[in-house]
């Protein structure tokens, strides 16, 4: 049971580090592998203002958020936009640079070392229930995770916001004439993705680490969660994370010896017998 | 007449919907043969299922005799069956000469040649030339296909079809978004072509199709509602009720 | 007037050409991983090295000393490494080849250093083998069974009989497996599980569960450092193995300066052999750690720090010795059996194998002064590499 | 047959030896008397050309995008390398061996990998490459893992020429099979097989509609540009008697992607200057400013996509096209 849990636990972590791609390539179809440039800055900021600045944790980390969504807006105005009608080929090479760049300013700023994140005494050890036995940090990013995802479900599906960028990725001229600012829409857009990329990244820290080489690290676990989830799509991305998660801690715990494997074996699998992903709009550029 | 091109209780279904509906149609040889229908009557379906594009739920497609259902797109090509595109299909960064040659080529079996460069295949290259002349292209000829007019574009869609040599020729509405004086000499062009190839058009310009057909299959929702030729559809009157419900509806 | 000036010219040009061989700089080619995943390797030796020079001069044995630095990242690509070498021979004309931040770096070079016939100072590159490679090869810091061995024999004399090995599922990691379980067993204990992890880990848990579920007495870990050491550590503090009576003992690098800040206090109380602390208590290493902490006040001087310093000491007093040869066999013949007091305490280089013979510490993590400190609480004197015999 | 009034020199044109050709091919026996003190890199430069040469024919000419390149690279270094640790270390056998395994490998993915979209394909031939990167991690004992395969030797080439410090022989010999191999893409690419290609790039929808079996050149493709690669990583290992889990990696691929990129795909110069450009660039840069060369590069990538797309190659074409129009 508690293997089971573990597993949800890591697939809700992977999930909370790809959600903010899911937005910006499923929803914006913008390969942005600069991803995980964003969540750096979001791990940073919060282990500053935790270390240095001694905030508490649960206001730093959408502090952290809040860093990276603004970060990715000036970014959005400079940069991205003039990427959106690009192929994806030019948006993976462009975002590529942008991981270069960030690395090498993480590095110069921060140095090479792992950074040390304290949390608060209350997420911290485990409860024993019955046959289960529950990490408090786990439970807490499970909560996060669940309310992350019902919440942006609900801001795509029912709120004006959802609709206008619906409308403005589909068909952005027609989404103009409709009277939809489509720039501000994308910029929305944008810095939802950075920001929800910052809270993962804050959130993470505590399980992955963090150091300059954050974005590479992990850039293949972004991709395969938004891959096998097939872009644009909330519950999708929920649901292959918490597979993969399931697959990947039961697999270590039950064969070791196939160890890293299995991640990458289902994620083939996965995308041969379904190329559009498991929940994929078949309408990809 | 014999039938060239035959279909058999053709059914495709997407999802829940209907797309095509026990569709049995023949086309004779040497027919000059439309097929009408408004909008959403499954007219390309029917196309894509003859070529292969698509897979039919149930049916049969029979080309010279010879049931092609299950051969793949590239096959049936290499047995006479060729289509033109609704909306242009191209090669952009090609130029005209060698879209056209490479059409060629593919027909004539080049096209795992590797080693000897595309220059050398003189017979192809000069195919494509004459081609490119019937259809007054040849002041493009070295040009990209990007940098033309959508009139000529046009032009090239129906080369790269005619260098496969059709015996059928599917043209899917050949001069949707051309000016009239243009879509003129494209279908005289058309028009021009020798009885052995068989043409199935689809288009939706009424004036254009009752000149040029001369038998007409009506398609409705997915399913065949009449065949005729030009004369008795022209009097139809469930014709013109589908037209004109059409009418309103837009 | 031609002539004589020809003459003048050709004078000049010779006591030029002696006074540059009197002066002539010894270049010592340091082949780093700069950037990438061990960049911190490269950045440690790089500031050991210079330590050394900054506190006892750039002379010895009447030649100055030049540094050339490569960045060989990733460090892990051989080829890299190889080509640099080659240039570092050919073009920049080094008589020394030293640094090898990585295993297959230092294999990759040894036949560049054979064939050119240079001296290859190691100064990380920890696999047991890599002496063997050529025969111009010395290694001033440590082998992986060196520092392996010595916490599987005070486990073993310390009452902990059933272990459960995790290491990271690469070369070092096996090699690590292997000599654990090796002295172990050979001092009595039960290896009852062992794991290896993919280097690219994110999640310890199911293994921790697996460790917990197994009940040993003490799970011995060997991770590279970084993230995957530091995950592994609250993992095993999250989950409660202390307190179901599990102990924690790795080698040292789990917990080596420059990462045991990001473990916090998750990290107190794990048991591990090393050959260098921080917290080292000796007048030499006083000396080092205050040196240190004045020129990169932002960084801890840790074990590749100290590798880089001795290497850099081995260097100067083999010059000094042979007045400025660097003849490699010279080189080679001078520096074998030499004996000197380091930082990490005293260290010598074993004239048959050319590889180090040190003290490796076993110490636990404590709070010192604020600061997390391995504390050396035992020790096994002049312990020659395990691997070689 | 042809009427009189079409020209068709344009179209020989195309697959002539153009002059500025034979002049690029001069460089490199150039570089040899020029730049003595960097063989080294010059024989590593011209790997690299072979392998962003191998990706170029499956990117640039048939429009598969592939971040898994590196999985026949070492597929071939441990040909290579296999080979020379038990006895058969002729170079030229190394060569056939490792084309033989990469290609055989790569045409039984390549049915895994031509399926779906471009992300799919991307994430696709990243996962095989991965595997393989895993499962030559794990079996230690045969690969030698991180710290590479022990005890490859290498024997002269043609019994005659031993591999030596200076990279004298390594270096002709990387050349000189760059070159050769160079001439087999070139006639492909200009070939009416190599037109099928760009067809099926520009227009893959369209191509079967002239009869083109898409899938069946595809395979092809995929399964020469495997061989390429394989021989690629089999003259790495040869000329370095190194061979570990590295040549495996991830960033081997990803880095011969953003050169073809620099250099500008579906130009074979276009890989080859890209390789010269970024490896000169890289030893450089990382000499001047070893912790920090990266960001510079990363600005460089930011700047070509947003100013100079086609790459070098396409900076060169619209300077000489400047010229042109202000010469006459």
């Known amino acids: 049971m508690t293997i089971v849990f573990d597993g949800v636990a890591a697939g809700m972590l992977l999930f909370l580090i790809s959600i903010g791609l899911s937005v910006t390539l499923g929803l914006m179809n913008f390969v942005n592998l600069a991803h995980g440039a964003f969540a750096m800055l979001g791990g940073y900021v919060c282990v500053l203002l935790l270390g240095q600045a001694g905030w508490p944790f649960l206001l730093a980390v959408p502090t952290a958020a809040a860093a990276a969504a603004l970060a990715g807006v000036v970014l959005e105005r400079t940069l991205y936009r003039r990427l959106y009608a690009a192929s994806h080929l030019d948006q993976v090479l462009f975002s590529i640079g942008i991981v270069f760049m960030s690395i090498s300013a993480a590095h110069y700023f921060f140095g090479a070392r792992q950074q040390p994140i304290m949390l608060p005494d209350f997420l911290l050890g485990q409860f024993v229930l019955p046959g289960i036995d529950v990490g408090i940090y786990r439970l807490f990013l499970i909560v996060i995770g669940l309310g992350l995802a019902y919440g942006l479900h609900w801001m795509v599906r029912r709120t004006r916001f959802g609709a206008q960028l619906r409308a403005a990725v589909d068909n952005p001229r027609a989404a103009r004439g409709l009277g939809i600012d489509v720039d501000r829409v994308f910029t929305l857009a944008f810095a939802l993705g950075s920001g929800l990329a910052g809270l993962g990244g804050a959130l993470g820290v505590e399980m992955l680490g963090l150091d300059p080489g954050f974005p590479v690290k992990y850039m293949v676990y972004f991709l395969i969660v938004v891959a096998v989830g097939g872009s644009g799509n909330i519950h999708g991305s929920l649901i292959a994370s918490l597979m993969l998660g399931l697959f990947d801690v039961c697999g270590k715990y039950y064969l070791p010896q196939v160890g890293a494997f299995i991640i990458y074996a289902v994620m083939v699998v996965m995308l041969i017998f379904k190329p559009q992903g498991l929940f994929g709009r078949s309408a990809a550029k | 007449m014999t039938a060239v091109l035959e279909t058999r209780g053709l059914v495709k279904q997407f999802g829940g919907f209907i797309a095509t509906s026990d569709v049995s149609l023949s086309v004779a040889a040497g027919a000059r043969h439309a097929l009408i229908g408004p909008n959403g009557a499954g007219k390309t379906t029917l196309i894509n299922l003859l070529t292969g594009f698509l897979e039919p739920n149930a049916g049969a497609v029979i080309l010279k005799g010879e049931d092609v259902t299950h051969l793949a797109q590239h096959q049936r090509v290499k047995r006479g069956l060729v289509r033109t595109f609704q909306i242009n299909r191209l090669f952009a960064d090609m130029t005209v000469l060698e879209s056209v040659t490479l059409s060629v080529c593919e027909r004539l079996g080049y096209g795992w040649n590797w080693w000897r460069p595309l220059a050398a295949h003189g017979a192809a290259v000069d195919e494509a030339a004459e081609l490119l002349g019937t259809l007054r292209l040849l002041d493009v000829a070295h040009e990209k296909t990007r940098n033309l007019a959508y009139g000529r574009q046009r032009m090239i869609e129906i080369a790269l079809a005619l260098a496969a040599k059709p015996q059928v020729l599917l043209l899917d509405e050949p001069a949707a978004g051309v000016p009239t004086g243009e879509s003129r000499e494209l279908f005289d062009t058309i028009a021009r072509l020798p009885r052995e190839v068989t043409i199935l058009l689809i288009e939706h310009d009424m004036e254009l199709v009752f000149r040029f057909a001369e038998r007409i299959t009506v398609l409705v929702g997915g399913a065949l509602l009449t065949e005729d030729v030009p004369e008795v559809i022209a009097k139809d009157k469930r014709v013109k009720e589908v037209y004109l419900g059409e009418a309103l509806h837009d | ?305 100290v590798a880089g310093y001795d290497g850099m000491h081995l260097i100067a007093e083999v010059l000094a010795k042979t007045g400025g040869s660097v003849d490699a066999d010279k080189f080679v013949d001078t520096a074998k059996g030499m004996k000197w007091m380091s930082p990490r305490g005293p260290i010598s280089i074993d004239p048959a194998t050319r590889d180090i013979v040190q003290t490796v510490y076993v110490r636990k993590v404590q709070r010192v002064g604020g600061k997390l400190q391995n504390v050396e609480f035992d020790h096994i004197d002049e312990f020659k590499d395990p691997g070689k015999q | 047959m042809t009427p009189a009034a079409l020209d068709l020199s344009p179209l020989r044109r195309a697959a002539a030896w153009h002059p500025a050709e034979f002049a690029f091919w001069l460089l490199p026996p150039a570089a040899y008397f020029l730049f003595p003190d960097y063989l080294a890199l010059l024989s590593q430069i011209a790997i690299t050309a072979l392998f962003v040469l191998s990706l170029d024919l499956i990117l640039g000419y048939a429009g598969i995008v592939s971040l898994g390149q590196a999985a026949f690279f070492g597929l071939g270094a441990y040909a290579a390398g296999m080979l020379g640790k038990y006895g058969w270390g002729d170079p030229l056998l190394g060569l056939a061996a490792a084309a033989g395994v990469a290609g055989l490998i790569g045409f039984v993915t390549s049915f895994l990998v031509l399926r779906g979209a471009d992300l799919t394909r991307l994430m696709v031939t990243l996962g095989v490459s991965m595997m393989l990167f895993e499962a030559a991690n794990k079996m230690t004992d045969i690969t030698g893992g991180v710290d590479g395969l022990q005890g490859i030797e290498m024997k002269p080439i043609f019994g005659a020429f031993s591999f030596d410090l200076y990279g004298k022989t390594a270096y002709w010999y990387t050349v000189i099979v760059l070159f050769l191999l160079f001439l087999l893409a070139r006639r492909l690419v200009n070939s009416p097989f190599g037109l099928s290609l760009r067809g099926i790039k520009q227009n893959v929808l369209r191509m079967p509609a002239i009869g083109a079996p898409v899938h069946g050149r595809l395979v092809t493709i995929y399964t020469l540009a495997a061989a390429y690669a394989g021989i690629a990583g089999a003259l790495l290992t040869q000329t370095t008697q190194f061979a570990s889990v590295d040549v495996l990696a991830f960033n081997r691929s990803a880095e011969i992607l953003l050169i073809l990129v620099l250099g500008g795909s579906g130009s074979l110069y276009g890989a080859l200057i890209g390789t010269v450009f970024f490896m000169v660039a890289h030893h450089f840069l990382s000499d001047i400013n070893p912790q920090y060369w990266q960001f510079w590069l990363g600005a460089t990538l930011v700047l070509i996509v947003l100013f100079a797309r086609d790459g070098i190659m396409g900076l060169g074409r619209a300077a000489v096209a400047r010229l042109g129009r202000k010469a006459p």
């Open chain 3, 1 to 305: 007037m031609k002539l004589r000036n020809g003459i003048g010219i050709a004078a000049t040009l010779f006591t030029f050409a002696c006074g540059a061989l009197a002066a002539d700089p010894v270049k010592i080619g340091l082949i780093l991983p700069m950037t990438g995943p061990f960049a911190a390797y490269g950045k440690q030796i790089d500031h050991g090295v210079r330590l050394y020079l900054a506190k006892h001069g750039d002379t010895f044995g009447g030649r100055k000393i030049e540094l050339v630095v490569k960045d060989d990242a990733p460090g892990t690509a051989g080829d890299v490494s190889k080509r640099l070498a080659q240039e570092l021979v050919v073009k920049d004309k080094v008589d020394i080849l030293a640094g090898f931040g990585l295993t297959p770096s230092a294999f990759a070079v040894a036949p560049v250093a054979t064939e050119a016939k240079k001296p290859m100072v190691v100064m990380n590159a920890a696999t047991s083998a890599v002496t063997t490679k050529s025969n111009y090869i010395v290694r001033v810091s440590m082998t992986l069974p060196q520092i392996t061995a010595p916490v599987a024999t005070w486990a073993a004399k310390n009452g902990i009989k059933k272990v459960f090995t995790v290491v990271a599922d690469y070369g070092p990691g096996h090699d690590a497996e292997g000599q654990f379980k090796k002295t172990f067993v050979a001092g009595g204990g039960e290896i009852v599980g062992e794991v290896r992890v993919p280097v690219k880990n994110a999640d310890f848990a199911p293994y921790l569960q697996k460790v917990k579920d197994t009940r040993p007495d003490a799970v011995f870990v060997f991770l590279p450092a970084g993230e995957l050491g530091v995950s592994f550590v609250k993992g095993f503090r999250e989950r409660g193995l202390e307190q179901a009576g599990i102990k924690l003992i790795a080698t040292g690098d789990l917990t080596e300066e420059e990462s045991v800040d990001a473990h916090g206090d998750a990290a107190v109380g794990v048991i591990n052999s090393f050959h260098y602390a921080e917290a080292h208590a000796s007048p030499e290493n006083k000396a080092f750690t205050e040196a240190y902490a004045k020129a990169y006040p932002s960084d801890r001087p840790n074990f590749m720090a």
